[in-house]
């Protein structure tokens, strides 16, 4: 695909577009954010394995006629390096639940089930792998933040050998296929694409909802919240009507079949592609799919399928509350997930210098540009921290009284320099707020992104300003994770509470979607 035809065709899915966003659907985008929590891809915006933190998922089928073949997938906070993943089969009406934590042996994010669904490969019970994060990195602690992405890859329907071996009776799939049992024989043909293919499979539809929750035992703190559903646009489509693509793939080592910029919009998938090898990675068949491959019918590449959830998640404001009160403790992490910045812009560590390290998709950098370009992405870091970040974002603070500072000082002496913007560093940032620094104690214990922020104020709350580099927005998920002590639970009893505060956002308008407007409104 030529640049100059992406450009016609995101102009023109630009033009269509009504509105964006979680608060209101876009009238005629193929993918939507759904505030019913129920779709066919979910995103968790940040799981932990740190200082004692675990992060505990439960994904719940709500389709009571088929099953779902899912792909479920870590990515790190760094740069949304692929760090564990795996297909699960879930039967209609089930639940799968498991926990990420430490291996206090490895310091390796670990993953850990007794849930008796299906997987492939049987046996998922083990340490998260760093074959793909920086080599030069604490790359144990690579695995220990990040975000998660489930996707329903295929219907599982009844009357078919996937169908029986997966779904359970009288609690438990009639032969066993988790925990490290022996892969059942209809399952087996799944390691090949022309065994997914014969396999029976249909498109995959909506039923898919999780929950997840971060627990510190030893501190007797939890936060819990829901993931962010994706749907196809319910608008688009007649009753009946098949609207999305089977996309499950083998989970499995080797090269898919087709030309990998028609399975991924991954920078350095493409790269590998295009450069014969001399940079990049080499795409594999348990890579897929990913949040770009196409899944809609009528989206006609990676390209544009990154385009349509960016606009779906796009913010061009990020608003929350910050509880910082020394007299209880009080500590509050903001969480900033970017979970389609891999599709516009990669970090391969296999390149020798920083700026060449950064590696665009070269459609969406020069046929579009909206949401990352060279305007607005840097690195920052040593080689053992190199991170991707997005520049240039105005933030301002308040407290609880109408009190406001846009930087240390309310007056100045002039001439004055201009209030910093900041960086927001990794796929995943984590912002404290009043700790200190960025070594201090905070809420979530978070160190692989994290930096810190004084505010001036105890309480109150703050914006972060995400225009992008034309005022469409970042597409960005997360939350305020906030905990404090209390001391008058009783005598010599000390409580310890955890408070979710999800963000609130500005939506780019329908006229800036339409004219490409930088405005903020």
């Known amino acids: 695909m030529k640049k100059t035809i992406l450009a016609l065709g995101v102009s023109t899915l630009l033009a269509g577009l009504a509105t964006t966003a979680s608060a209101q659907s876009p009238l005629t985008s193929p993918l939507v954010v759904t505030p019913t929590n129920i779709g066919h891809i979910l995103v968790v915006p940040y799981f932990t394995a740190q200082e004692g ?97 489930i996707l329903n890859a295929a219907d599982i329907v009844p009357g078919t050998a996937v169908y029986s071996a997966i779904k359970h009776v009288k609690g438990a799939p009639p032969v066993a296929c988790s925990n490290g049992a022996r892969t059942p024989d209809a399952l087996r043909p799944l390691l090949t694409e022309a065994g997914i293919a014969s396999a029976g499979f249909s498109a995959p539809t909506t039923g898919l909802f999780a929950d997840w929750s971060i627990f510190n035992v030893a501190e007797a703190t939890s936060w819990s919240g829901v993931a962010t559903a994706v749907t196809v646009n319910p608008l688009m489509a007649r009753p009946g009507e098949t ?101 516009h812009v990669a970090m391969d560590y296999t390149a020798t210098t920083p700026a060449s390290q950064v590696v665009f998709n070269q459609l969406l950098l020069e046929g579009a540009g909206y949401f990352y370009n060279t305007s607005n992405v840097t690195v920052e870091g040593s080689d053992a921290t190199r991170k991707i970040c997005v520049s240039g974002i105005d933030r301002t603070f308040w407290d609880r009284s109408e009190q406001y500072k846009e ?7 002039s001439p004055s320099p201009i209030a910093p913007k900041v960086n927001l560093c990794g796929e995943v940032a984590v912002w404290s707020i009043n700790a200190g620094d960025e070594y201090a104690p905070s809420a979530l214990a978070a160190n692989v992104t994290r930096k810190n922020i004084e505010v001036g104020y105890a309480d109150g709350w703050g914006e972060f300003l995400t225009p992008g580099p034309v005022g469409l927005g970042l597409p960005m998920l997360g939350a305020a994770f906030a905990k404090a002590t209390s001391t008058n639970v009783g005598a010599g009893v000390l409580g310890n509470f955890g408070l979710v505060w999800e963000h609130k956002y500005t939506v780019p308008s329908f006229f800036e979607i339409t004219s490409g407007k930088a405005a903020v409104k």
């Open 407 to 413: 930087s240390d000082d309310d007056f100045v002496i």
């Open 53 to 149: 933190n675990a992060t505990l998922l439960n994904i719940v089928n709500t389709d009571k006629v088929n099953g779902k073949a899912l792909k479920v997938r870590f990515r790190g906070a760094s740069n949304s390096d692929d760090v564990f993943d795996f297909t699960l089969f879930l039967s209609p009406g089930d639940v799968w639940a498991a926990e990420i934590s430490q291996n206090p042996s490895t310091g390796l994010a670990r993953l850990s089930t007794s849930d008796n669904s299906c997987t492939l490969p049987t046996q998922v019970n083990r340490d998260f792998i760093t074959a793909r994060v920086n080599p030069k990195a604490d790359t144990a602690n690579e695995t220990r933040e990040g975000y998660i992405e």
């Open 243 to 343: 609207v999305t693509n089977m996309v499950l793939h083998p989970q499995a080592n080797g090269t898919p079949s087709g030309a990998v910029n028609t399975l991924t919009a991954d920078p350095l998938f493409q790269l590998y592609a295009t450069s014969g090898g001399v940079a990049g990675v080499q795409v594999q068949h348990f890579d897929l799919p990913d949040l770009s491959t196409p899944y809609v019918i009528g989206v006609s590449s990676p390209e544009e399928q990154a385009l349509y959830l960016s606009l779906g998640l796009a913010k061009t404001s990020i608003k929350n509350e910050y509880f910082t009160d020394d007299r209880v403790q009080a500590q509050t992490d903001w969480v900033f997930s970017s979970p389609t910045r891999r599709y």
